[in-house]
């Protein structure tokens, strides 16, 4: 059930007034600066979103929640999980897949965007009417998920990427992506702000050790799972997943291939190729783009052409720093 649906445009400026009187970014990465809430920083359209999400959402224990930072393949994420779990209904094979008329976006919405575009009218019975297993993604860190999530049962999927790689996508994002006439923040003092802690759900680090913290303490509900690890077993790692979803892949469907085919059906070359991934758009009318920006280059280690082997040094020594006693290593990307 979702609690306070009376009323919810005013509840929703309840949250604007809170989000507006948090602390703001002088700038952001891109063109917009963020504000800070609970040691971790937002954009600043979706904070309010966030804050209403996380006091009105009930999860169920049917729900998937995919949790990333941006830029750590979410898109590929949300392909993914989609495809498994709704194997049964449409084979990842099939020529008339959703996924291969819709965007991922749309069939995994994200949660907060679920409320920033019902601000007048409640996201309640939409969520209420969805029929199990839910599936939505989030970038909020752990702390600031619904308070519901951790006592459902409900299993949340944590994509980690390599900092790295992520900062230097989500540079390319934000610059296909800004409002026309804005001015992108400089690559170097981007990378400041990012190694200082500012970044969209940041810090990267606190982000991420607080989802491991969870999925080491209740490895039945969180799964952590790596972006690089996937480029280098996908097969391997879609079938934990399943099994981590509680639909694990039959005898009958490993033998015939069908992890496969859901790796396939979800690679960035059949990805890209999909109309409703080229040419759709994501977002309201406030902000919108080209579904496209979600697919670039898909690979490991691309900030090499971005990055001096310097501030390469510096953000991984700050990475292990901030890490160290977590239990979480990213050494060896
Ligand atoms: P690059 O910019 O490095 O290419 P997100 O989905 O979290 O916004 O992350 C986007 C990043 O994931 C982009 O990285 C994008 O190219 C990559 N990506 C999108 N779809 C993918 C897929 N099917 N397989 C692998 N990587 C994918």
């Known amino acids: 059930m979702i609690v306070g ?14 989000a507006s009187a948090l602390p703001a970014s002088r700038q952001g ?19 309010a979103p966030t804050l209403a999400m996380r006091d009105t959402f009930t999860a169920r224990p049917t729900d998937v929640i995919l949790a990333t930072m941006p830029k750590s393949g979410t898109t590929w994420l949300k392909a993914i999980v ?83 790689d992520a900062f230097v996508s989500l540079r390319h994002y934000l610059g296909e992506i800004k409002p026309e006439g804005s001015e992108m923040t400089p690559f170097a003092e981007a990378f400041d702000l990012f190694c200082g802690g500012v970044s969209p759900f940041g810090p990267v680090w606190d982000h991420m050790a607080e989802y491991w913290k969870e999925s080491v303490a209740r490895p039945g509900e969180v799964m952590f799972l790596r972006y690089e690890h996937l480029k280098e077993d996908a097969v391997g790692t879609v079938r934990r997943l399943a099994e981590f979803l509680g639909c694990p892949f ?45 697919f670039r280059k898909g690979e490991v280690g691309d900030w090499k052409a971005h990055m001096t082997p310097e501030m390469a040094q510096r953000l991984d020594g700050i990475m292990e720093e901030k890490l160290r006693g977590s239990g979480l290593s990213l050494a060896g990307n």
């Not at 069908?258 to 190729?273: F, G, K, N, Q, T």
Request: with cysteine; aromatic share 10%.
């Open 29 to 47: 990465l891109g063109s917009a600066p963020y504000r800070k809430h609970d040691g971790f920083w937002y954009p600043e359209h979706l904070m």
């Open 82 to 164: 989609y495809s498994v779990v709704h194997r049964g209904r449409h084979a990842p094979a099939r020529e008339r897949h959703p996924l291969l008329a819709t965007s991922p976006h749309e069939l995994v919405p994200f949660l907060h965007s679920l409320y920033e575009n019902h601000r007048a009218a409640p996201p309640g019975p939409l969520l209420e009417g969805m029929p199990p297993p839910r599936l939505f993604a989030v970038h909020a860190p752990f702390t600031a998920l619904p308070a519901s999530v951790p006592g459902s049962g409900c299993r949340v999927v944590y994509l980690c990427r390599d900092p790295k």
């Open 5 to 18: 649906e009376s009323g919810c445009a005013d509840a929703f400026s309840k949250y604007e007034a809170l």
């Open 250 to 294: 039959t005898d009958e469907e490993v033998a015939s291939g069908v992890p496969e085919a859901v790796v396939a059906l979800c690679s960035l070359d059949r990805m890209r190729c999909v109309r409703a991934n080229r040419d759709g758009v994501h977002g309201t009318g406030r902000w919108s783009f080209k579904n496209m920006a979600f």
